[in-house]
């Protein structure tokens, strides 16, 4: 301030020798910049690094569209039948991905809440039973393809077999009728083998009351007639005591049951037998979860799929129809106790052979 006073007296001292002009203009000039520095920067003068990476990710992202879309294009005109594969492998992989997806955050929920399997609710419970059993299949491409240009072959392997090697998702809508078709013709094999060891069975009983149950319900299923529930529900203490409680199956009796679950009867007898009861017990906890949540809740997809599992074909069945079958399953199913499940496992055979004429 001193020095500033000094600068403004010497003109009025010495007259007008030395003009304030070039103190006034630099002080002028000073605070013209001190305001543009001040200033924000406009955006048309310069963009942030960060804006910098985004547009050119958003530049990527739409090329790479276009380009995809001109290959679709190509690959529809020229190449229909290749085009249509392509699509159904893509949108495979794509929900095959969005299916881990789910199973992942319903696991990080179970470790976070301390949550059990039988614990989930029914929609949680069958999408992790079903993606397991869809990641062992495709366990075996995983390893099939670690040797060089093992790849190609496999490749050909999942054109050639498609139903040995891939999950539904890669299958076409016909592909789906025809595969669970044929799968249930090969699990339907095995119900005059398991109707044969449980007539087998009958004299090994030391109730005579179930014997005679037992003998009236082996000659309806035979003769072509649905049992009613009471029928079956009438053998409980049967199955949960010898001869035909789960412990006490025969090994064959074990490979034929396990080829009416569809699963794969090349196992030592103690591996089936504990596979057996494995998937015995979660069918019985989906019941359980399915009772609590209500056959109504399902939609008609939903509905085929839980009829298929627990042995009826329901790919030719008209929804209302699935859903009758599976309300007598859950009747049984939830009136069964643990020591009971081989009657559960038995009822694939008992209540879907002759359901509407199924049996031919």
């Known amino acids: 301030m001193a020095l500033s006073r000094v600068c403004w007296a010497r003109p009025a001292l010495w007259g007008s020798a030395v003009t304030p002009g070039f103190f006034v203009t630099r002080k002028l000039q000073l605070g013209r910049f001190g305001m543009a520095w001040g200033a924000p920067r406009s955006s048309e003068i310069h963009l942030s690094p960060k804006a910098d990476v985004k547009s050119l990710i958003s530049y990527v992202v739409t090329k790479t569209k276009v380009i995809n879309g001109k290959y679709h294009r190509f690959l529809g005109r020229h190449f229909p039948r290749f085009y249509i ?11 095959l991905w969005a299916d881990a997806k789910k199973a992942r955050r319903i696991k990080a929920n179970m470790w976070k809440h301390n949550i059990k399997f039988h614990q989930l609710s029914y929609r949680e419970m069958e999408h992790l039973r079903q993606f397991r059993r869809d990641v062992t299949k495709c366990l075996f491409l995983g390893i099939i393809s ?34 669970l078709n ?62 035909l409680s789960m412990n006490q ?4 009796q074990v490979k034929a049951l396990s080829q ?27 019941d359980r979860a399915l009772a609590k949540l209500g056959i109504v809740q399902l939609t008609a997809q939903e509905v085929k799929s839980a009829c298929y599992l627990r042995g009826l074909n329901s790919t030719g069945i008209a929804e209302d129809r699935c859903r009758t079958w599976l309300g007598e399953w859950l009747q049984i199913s939830c009136s069964l106790k ?23």
Not at 85 to 95: N, R, V
Not at 269 to 276: A, F, K
Request: glycine share 2%; net charge positive; with cysteine.
């Open 260 to 286: 009416a679950m569809l699963l794969t009867p090349y196992l030592p007898p103690p591996l089936l037998r504990h596979r057996l009861k494995t998937h015995t017990t979660v069918i019985h906890q989906l």
């Open 85 to 95: 594969l392509y699509t159904i492998f893509m949108k495979g992989l794509q929900m």
């Open 338 to 360: 643990e020591a009971e499940l081989s009657l559960l496992l038995h009822n694939v055979v008992l209540l879907s052979t002759n359901y509407l004429g199924t049996r031919r």
């Open 182 to 243: 044929i799968y249930h013709a090969l699990r339907k094999q095995s119900h005059p083998e398991i109707i044969s060891y449980l007539e087998k069975s009958i004299p090994l009983i030391s109730d005579a009351r179930l014997q005679w149950h037992l003998t009236e319900l082996c000659t309806k299923i035979q003769h072509g007639t649905h049992p009613a529930i009471h029928d079956i529900l009438a053998l409980r203490e049967c199955f949960s005591n010898h001869p």
């Open 249 to 252: 199956l025969q090994a064959l």
């Open 146 to 179: 670690i040797p060089p240009f093992a790849n190609y072959l496999v490749f050909l392997l999942m054109y050639l077999f498609p139903r040995q090697l891939l999950v539904q998702h890669f299958w076409t809508p016909k592909q789906q009728i025809d595969f």
